[in-house]
């Protein structure tokens, strides 16, 4: 697994990273909560954030293969993944850091950052 090195002070040119982590069994407040965190830190890192909670948001005519396939297209439109602590605890986030390992696309966590 590549990870990202990043340098205090450093911007990372605005690089597309791709959010991921636990959502399928967490309330949607505090999914949402822990997803806009990351993207406020990437934010402040110098990094464009793509946030699945705000571009594919949870609606009750999907099921969770049709977010899942909705949300790695666009995982393939990023330069990096960033994993949230409790990326573990989900089959989807799962999924998506191995496809991102397949790619060769560099993974961060909030330990990098």
């Not at 393939?76 to 390992?101: P, V």
Request: charged share 30%.
């Amino acid at each position: 697994m590549r990870k990202l090195k990043i340098t205090k002070g450093r911007p990372a040119n605005g690089q597309l990273v791709y959010i991921s982590g636990q959502i399928t069994g967490l309330e949607l407040k505090e999914a949402k909560a822990n997803f806009d965190k990351a993207e406020a830190l990437l934010v402040e890192k110098g990094f464009t954030p793509l946030n699945p909670m705000k571009i594919n948001p949870p609606m009750s005519a999907k099921n969770w293969k049709e977010y899942m396939r909705d949300d790695i297209v666009q995982l393939f439109k990023c330069d990096a993944i960033y994993l949230l602590d409790n990326w573990q605890d989900s089959k989807g986030a799962r999924i998506e850091r191995f496809i991102a390992q397949e790619l060769g696309l560099m993974t961060l966590t909030e330990n990098d950052l």
